[in-house]
C-alpha cells in the first residue's frame, strides 16, 4: 500500500496496516511509530535516483537489533510499482533478501609485505588500501583499485631490483568500512613504530590516476626534489605537490589513523575520466569501471613515490601536520554520480549557503570537480570562507560557503 503523506490520510489507513508493505510516495517518512505500532512487514523506499548505496554501522547493540525491515529499489522501479498501485491496481513483488545478524566479535586480517630497507630497515614508507569492501557489488573502485596498485608497486620496484635506504611496506587493511578497524588496531598493537613511520600514504579514491599529493609548508621543497621523476612521467597525466597548511584529516580511508597518531599520513589526488561516484558503494562496483591505463599509471606513482620518501636522507618532517580542528567538514548533502544535488540536509551547511536539489556542482574555489571524492579532499584543506561554482536553470552560479571554525 502507499505510505500516507497526512495525518488524516494515516487514520484511514491504519486498519490495512498491520502484515502490508509500504511503499514510500516520493518524500521522506515521518510515520515510523504508527508503522511500527501497526505492525507493517516493512517499507518499500527509492534514493531517488538508480544507484542503492551499501553501507552500514559498526555500533550495534547485539541486545539492541534493529528490526525494521526497509527494502531499496531503483528509482525506475519504485515509480513503476507506485503508478500501479496509484491505478487501483494489486501489486504481488517477490523479494529475495539474505540478511542475518551474527554476535562478534569477527576476525580480521591485514595483509602485509615489506622491500626490507638496506641502511635503516627500521624506519618505515607505508603504502596501501583497504582489502574489505561493501556487498553492493564486488568493491573493485573501492578498494580493489587500490589493492591491485599496491600489488602492482610491490612487484614492480622487487622486479627492478630496487634496495630502498628505509623499509617499503605494503600494507592491505581490512575492516576499513566499519570505521578504519584494521588500521586502528595495528597502531594500538605496535605504537612503538610511529615513531620511525615517515609516511603512509593510501590509494582508496578509485581508478582515476595518481595526480598529486598534498603537502605542508616543511614538506614542499622536499618533495619537489622527491617528485621530480614523477612531475615529468606523463605528460597526459600530470603530477603536482599542492601545499596546504595542515595535511587534511577525515577523508575517511586509513591514513587517518595514522594522522591521529601524529604519522604523516596522505591519500593521493586523483584526477582522470572515471566518475567515483558510479561505483562508490553501489550496484555498479564492478571490474568494468576499473581504466586499465589509469591502473598501471598509478602503480608507477605509488613505486617510485614510495622509493624516493624511502631514500631521503630524513624521515618527513611533523611540525605542522595537521590544521587546527581535525573535524572532517560535510556540506549536508546527497549528490549522484553527475554531482546533481539529490538533497539538502536541514540546518547544514549546504541550506544556510542556499543550495537545492537539482543544482549541480561544478567547481570548489575554481578548480574543476568531476566526483564528490575530489570535493571532499578539497574541502578538508581550503579557507574557511570558500566558494562553490553551481549550475542552476542553465547558469553557472557562485555560492559562497562558511565552515565552522
Not at 72 to 95: C, F, P, R, W
Not at 116 to 123: A, L, M, T
Request: hydrophobic share 40%; glycine share 10%; charged share 25%.
Amino acid at each position: 500500500m502507499i505510505a500516507p503523506t497526512t495525518d488524516e490520510e494515516l487514520t484511514a489507513a491504519k486498519p490495512k496496516l498491520k502484515g502490508a508493505w509500504v511503499i514510500s510516495n516520493n518524500r521522506p517518512e515521518k510515520y515510523w511509530v504508527a508503522y511500527e505500532e501497526a505492525g507493517i512487514a516493512g517499507v518499500i523506499r527509492t534514493e531517488g535516483g538508480e544507484f542503492i548505496h551499501t553501507g552500514g554501522s559498526p555500533k550495534v547493540d547485539w541486545e539492541k537489533l534493529p528490526t525494521r525491515v526497509t527494502v531499496t529499489m531503483v528509482a525506475s522501479q519504485h515509480k513503476s510499482i507506485l503508478a500501479l498501485l496509484k491505478e487501483g491496481k494489486d501489486v504481488q513483488l517477490t523479494i529475495d533478501i539474505k540478511a542475518e545478524f551474527k554476535q562478534g566479535p569477527i576476525k580480521l586480517y591485514d595483509v602485509i609485505a615489506e622491500l626490507p630497507g638496506s641502511e635503516k630497515p627500521d624506519e618505515l614508507v607505508i603504502v596501501g588500501g583497504h582489502i574489505d569492501s561493501w556487498d553492493g557489488a564486488t568493491g573493485a573502485t573501492d578498494n580493489g583499485t587500490g589493492v591491485s596498485t599496491t600489488l602492482e608497486a610491490a612487484r614492480l620496484l622487487t622486479k627492478a631490483g630496487a634496495k630502498p635506504k628505509r623499509t617499503i611496506r605494503f600494507m592491505l587493511w581490512s575492516g576499513e568500512e566499519q570505521g578504519l578497524l584494521g588500521s586502528r588496531a595495528y597502531i594500538k598493537a605496535h605504537p612503538e613504530e610511529n615513531a620511525k613511520v615517515s609516511a603512509v600514504i593510501v590509494h582508496d579514491g578509485g581508478t582515476n590516476y595518481a595526480s598529486g599529493i598534498n603537502a605542508t609548508e616543511a614538506m614542499v621543497p622536499i618533495f619537489e626534489e622527491a617528485f621530480k621523476p614523477l612531475l615529468g612521467l606523463d605528460d597526459e597525466m600530470k603530477f603536482q605537490i599542492r601545499k596546504v597548511a595542515g595535511l587534511p584529516q577525515g577523508i575517511g580511508s586509513d591514513h587517518d589513523s595514522y594522522l591521529a597518531a601524529g604519522v604523516p599520513g596522505f591519500f593521493w589526488l586523483q584526477a582522470g575520466r572515471a566518475k567515483y561516484g558510479v561505483g562508490h558503494h553501489t550496484q555498479n562496483d564492478t571490474i568494468a569501471l576499473a581504466i586499465p591505463e589509469y591502473q598501471r599509471h598509478t602503480s608507477m606513482v605509488v613505486a617510485i613515490g614510495a622509493l624516493r620518501i624511502a631514500d631521503l636522507p630524513e624521515l618527513l618532517p611533523r611540525q605542522g601536520l595537521t590544521a587546527k580542528g581535525g573535524k572532517r567538514r560535510l556540506l549536508g548533502i546527497q549528490l549522484d554520480a553527475d554531482m546533481t544535488v539529490q538533497e539538502v540536509s536541514k540546518d547544514s551547511i549546504a541550506e544556510k549557503a542556499g543550495l537545492k536539489s537539482g543544482d549541480r556542482l561544478i567547481k570548489f574555489n575554481g578548480v574543476q570537480i568531476g566526483d564528490s571524492i575530489m570535493l571532499g579532499q578539497a574541502m578538508q584543506s581550503a579557507p574557511k570562507e570558500s566558494r562553490l561554482t553551481i549550475r542552476r536553470g542553465g547558469k553557472d552560479v557562485d555560492v559562497d560557503i562558511a565552515f565552522p571554525d
